[in-house]
């Protein structure tokens, strides 16, 4: 577990991911130790004749390298569910909180929802220069470490570091960069992910994710008209808005909802001629640039001769535009006299909604007064965050990206506007989405030199609430946001409404039980420490009551590819509690197995009893000899069932 991960993440190098990606997808490049046959990849281009790129560009900064890196490391905390939550009020929920670094819950979350994601909105610090960035990461390697795994020089070297605790223009790319990669790898191919932002970083951000999405996987940039009045105030201008790139996955394949129709758009579709296709309205038939051979006269039928504008030419070749006006699909106005347009009909539309324009309006989506009128006035007239965005804003990302069963991502919740997003969203259409927040849990004060609390600059009002971070302020948001929500909608709210969540904390082991793993002899006979209540919520400080039996499941099950919602069985072996997991995995973690437990599981599996391809084990609860007997009767079996150790 911690131990196996820490020895992989001493091993690789700033291009492991990429190269673990490549080998998922093309395989016969590589040998069987693992080595990429640079010829042979050269030869294939060459045979399908592939025009490679010279001279590239791609955007380069202090740190990048240690971002890549970091984006292929294991993570090194564990996910301790908060069984207060989760057997309680989340019981029935299919909503996720986790509480943690977004980092470390990215890397836990790459093997159960990679490529499971469909929408993931994020509104990252914006590093303005003031106090909203600076770089967080600790470089958890040495000197000499750091020499060694990128090829740095002393000069280099002390450059990197400088970035620590900085709000430069490399901080903040180093610091987003391996998020934005372990992102990708959720969405499904024809996910989408917002990215908010300022025009402090919003260059730097679209060089960046053109690097990792790709150049072709742009979809928009997005201008919110986040404010509707000037701050007179400022010395030149006044910022009135924000921006929202937008990339998917796969852009071949991703193709926008649209929209939702309003009652306007819908009063636009008339049926001036009695058409018998229904109604209708009427599109511009020329267009720009000017296509030459799109350029010739049009006689309307009151005999006045028309061309397209200057510098325009019609949409249609002469030969389609004569198709159509015979099947009457070209309009003149009411009078036969007008500039011919084309007709479109409602009955043929691919698509519910209306195509989306770059520019979104406050009077559309919301502004960030309203945004922070309305999120105070959901929690009781207090301000706990100056610039939340509007409900309505990420409702539309949602709207035009995700189906009635779609899975969003939000991994700088803040406030979690998004979850109430999603539950607004799913109360309009009918929907079952689901939404996974992740919110680092900020402290709301800090400890003085006389060993008092004393709340931070902006986070007064919180800590006097009885909110001792942001994680729990977010948290209180959902509660109170479903509580309106199902008052509103009383009446109409459908049986299976997902108003709550399951709550899981990401976190590093103490320091005791990493120098237990540390002093650990795995070919010891004897076990001195009991290594598995170390992870318990008591022994890492934190409420929530789980067992450490349950925190090492709850981290294994994610890394194995299995939801958080996934069938877990609890199997005994005279009275020792393991448990199964979909017909698939054995997992026995607790001190107390020994010989009379492997008869019984032999006897099991040898009588198909129990049917499971793997058992794993948690090692530092088995000393050498418990161990040796369990591997042994294994492979004696006749059916194959591998035995993992972890550690």
Same mark, same amino acid.
Request: with cysteine; glycine share 6%; proline share 4%.
């Given at each position: 577990?911690?131990?196996?991960?820490?020895?992989?993440?001493?091993?690789?190098?700033?291009?492991?991911?990429?190269?673990?990606? =490549?080998?998922?997808?093309?395989?016969?490049?590589?040998?069987?130790?693992?080595?990429?046959?640079?010829?042979?990849?050269?030869?294939?281009?060459?045979?399908?004749?592939?025009?490679?790129?010279?001279?590239?560009?791609? =955007?380069?900064?202090?740190?990048?390298?240690?971002?890549?890196?970091?984006?292929?490391?294991?993570?090194?905390?564990?996910?301790?569910?908060?069984?207060?939550?989760?057997?309680?009020?989340?019981?029935?929920?299919?909503?996720?909180?986790?509480?943690?670094?977004?980092?470390?819950?990215?890397?836990?979350?790459?093997?159960?929802?990679?490529?499971?994601?469909?929408?993931?909105?994020?509104?990252?610090?914006?590093?303005?220069?003031?106090?909203?960035?600076?770089?967080?990461?600790?470089?958890?390697?040495?000197?000499?470490?750091?020499?060694?795994?990128?090829?740095?020089?002393?000069?280099?070297?002390?450059?990197?570091?400088?970035?620590? &605790?900085?709000?430069?223009?490399?901080?903040?790319?180093?610091? %987003?960069?391996?998020?934005?990669?372990?992102?990708?790898?959720?969405?499904?191919?024809?996910?989408?992910?917002?990215?908010?932002?300022?025009?402090?970083?919003?260059?730097?951000?679209?060089?960046?994710?053109?690097?990792?999405?790709?150049?072709?996987?742009?979809?928009?940039?997005?201008?919110?008209?986040?404010?509707?009045?000037?701050i007179n105030l400022k010395k030149n201008f006044s910022p009135s808005h924000d921006?929202?790139?937008?990339?998917?996955?796969?852009?071949?394949?991703?193709?926008?909802? &649209?929209?939702?129709?309003?009652?306007?758009?819908?009063?636009?579709? *008339?049926?001036?001629?009695?058409?018998?296709?229904?109604?209708?309205?009427?599109?511009?038939?020329?267009?720009?640039?000017?296509?030459?051979?799109?350029?010739?006269?049009?006689?309307?039928?009151? +005999?006045?001769?028309?061309?397209?504008?200057?510098?325009?030419?019609?949409?249609?070749? *002469?030969?389609?535009?004569?198709?159509?006006?015979?099947?009457?699909?070209?309009?003149?106005?009411?009078?036969?006299?007008?500039?011919?347009?084309?007709?479109?009909?409602?009955?043929?539309?691919?698509?519910?909604?209306?195509?989306?324009?770059?520019?979104?309006?406050?009077?559309?989506?919301?502004?960030?007064?309203?945004?922070?009128?309305?999120?105070?006035?959901?929690? &009781?007239?207090?301000?706990?965050?100056?610039?939340?965005?509007?409900?309505?804003?990420? *409702?539309?990302?949602?709207?035009?990206?995700?189906?009635?069963?779609?899975?969003?991502?939000?991994?700088?919740?803040?406030?979690?506007?998004?979850?109430?997003?999603?539950?607004?969203?799913?109360?309009?259409?009918?929907?079952?989405?689901?939404?996974? %927040?992740?919110?680092?849990?900020?402290?709301?004060?800090?400890?003085?030199?006389?060993?008092?609390?004393?709340?931070?600059?902006? +986070?007064?009002?919180?800590? *006097?609430?009885?909110? %001792?971070?942001?994680?729990?302020?977010?948290?209180?948001?959902?509660?109170?946001?479903?509580?309106?929500?199902?008052?509103?909608?009383?009446?109409?709210?459908?049986?299976?409404?997902?108003?709550?969540?399951?709550?899981?904390?990401?976190?590093?082991?103490?320091?005791?039980?990493?120098?237990?793993?540390?002093?650990?002899?795995?070919? +010891?006979?004897?076990?001195f420490t009991n290594m598995v209540d170390g992870f318990s919520s008591n022994s890492?400080?934190?409420?929530?009551?789980?067992?450490?039996?349950?925190?090492?499941?709850?981290?294994?099950?994610?890394?194995? +590819?299995?939801?958080?919602?996934?069938?877990?069985?609890?199997?005994?072996?005279?009275?020792?509690?393991?448990?199964?997991?979909?017909?698939?995995?054995?997992?026995?973690?607790?001190?107390?197995?020994?010989?009379?437990?492997?008869?019984?599981? =032999?006897?099991?599996?040898?009588?198909?009893?129990?049917?499971?391809?793997?058992?794993?084990?948690?090692?530092?609860?088995?000393?050498?000899?418990?161990?040796?007997?369990?591997?042994?009767?294994?492979?004696?079996?006749?059916?194959?069932?591998?035995?993992?150790?972890?550690?």
């Amino acid at each position: 577990m911690i131990r196996d991960n820490q020895k992989f993440n001493e091993t690789i190098q700033p291009n492991s991911a990429f190269l673990k990606q =490549l080998k998922d997808k093309l395989p016969e490049f590589f040998s069987k130790e693992g080595n990429f046959n640079l010829d042979k990849f050269k030869s294939e281009l060459q045979e399908y004749n592939i025009n490679e790129l010279k001279d590239g560009y791609q =955007l380069d900064f202090i740190g990048k390298d240690y971002a890549r890196r970091q984006a292929g490391e294991m993570p090194t905390t564990v996910i301790v569910p908060n069984e207060d939550q989760n057997k309680g009020e989340g019981a029935n929920s299919q909503n996720l909180f986790f509480s943690g670094d977004n980092l470390e819950v990215l890397r836990h979350l790459q093997s159960a929802y990679v490529n499971k994601i469909d929408v993931i909105y994020i509104d990252p610090p914006y590093n303005t220069g003031q106090d909203d960035f600076v770089y967080p990461d600790n470089f958890e390697y040495s000197d000499h470490q750091l020499e060694t795994m990128f090829g740095l020089d002393d000069d280099q070297l002390s450059r990197l570091k400088s970035i620590q &605790g900085k709000s430069s223009h490399s901080a903040w790319l180093t610091f %987003m960069y391996p998020r934005l990669e372990l992102a990708k790898h959720l969405l499904k191919r024809d996910g989408v992910i917002f990215i908010s932002i300022d025009d402090n970083e919003a260059s730097n951000l679209k060089e960046i994710c053109d690097e990792i999405f790709g150049e072709n996987n742009f979809l928009a940039q997005v201008v919110w008209e986040r404010a509707y009045a000037p701050i007179n105030l400022k010395k030149n201008f006044s910022p009135s808005h924000d921006y929202m790139l937008v990339y998917g996955r796969d852009t071949n394949i991703i193709e926008t909802n &649209g929209i939702p129709r309003t009652n306007v758009a819908d009063d636009r579709y *008339q049926n001036p001629d009695n058409d018998h296709r229904g109604i209708w309205q009427s599109d511009n038939l020329s267009v720009g640039p000017a296509i030459s051979e799109n350029i010739y006269p049009i006689t309307t039928p009151s +005999g006045r001769v028309v061309e397209p504008p200057v510098g325009r030419s019609w949409r249609l070749s *002469q030969k389609a535009f004569r198709e159509r006006l015979v099947d009457n699909r070209i309009w003149f106005g009411s009078d036969g006299n007008g500039v011919p347009r084309i007709k479109r009909f409602k009955s043929e539309l691919h698509k519910t909604g209306i195509t989306p324009m770059t520019i979104w309006k406050y009077q559309d989506v919301g502004h960030s007064q309203s945004a922070t009128q309305d999120l105070q006035a959901l929690m &009781g007239g207090r301000k706990y965050f100056s610039y939340p965005k509007p409900v309505k804003l990420i *409702q539309r990302a949602i709207q035009l990206y995700s189906d009635q069963d779609s899975t969003i991502m939000d991994f700088f919740a803040g406030s979690a506007t998004t979850a109430e997003a999603v539950m607004q969203q799913n109360i309009e259409d009918g929907g079952h989405r689901k939404f996974i %927040m992740v919110q680092l849990p900020e402290k709301t004060y800090h400890m003085n030199k006389d060993g008092n609390k004393i709340p931070t600059k902006g +986070g007064k009002a919180a800590f *006097q609430d009885g909110f %001792m971070s942001i994680d729990e302020i977010a948290q209180e948001r959902i509660r109170r946001a479903a509580k309106k929500i199902k008052q509103d909608n009383e009446l109409t709210l459908p049986e299976n409404f997902d108003g709550s969540f399951k709550h899981y904390r990401v976190v590093k082991p103490t320091k005791q039980t990493l120098e237990n793993i540390e002093n650990f002899d795995p070919n +010891g006979t004897d076990l001195f420490t009991n290594m598995v209540d170390g992870f318990s919520s008591n022994s890492l400080g934190i409420t929530g009551n789980a067992t450490g039996e349950a925190t090492i499941l709850t981290t294994w099950l994610a890394k194995d +590819g299995y939801s958080f919602d996934a069938d877990v069985e609890e199997v005994m072996f005279n009275n020792y509690s393991a448990h199964k997991v979909e017909d698939n995995r054995l997992y026995l973690i607790n001190e107390g197995w020994g010989a009379e437990q492997t008869k019984e599981l =032999l006897n099991q599996l040898g009588t198909h009893q129990l049917e499971v391809q793997s058992v794993v084990i948690f090692g530092y609860s088995f000393n050498v000899a418990e161990l040796r007997e369990l591997e042994s009767g294994l492979k004696q079996l006749d059916s194959k069932v591998t035995l993992i150790k972890r550690y």
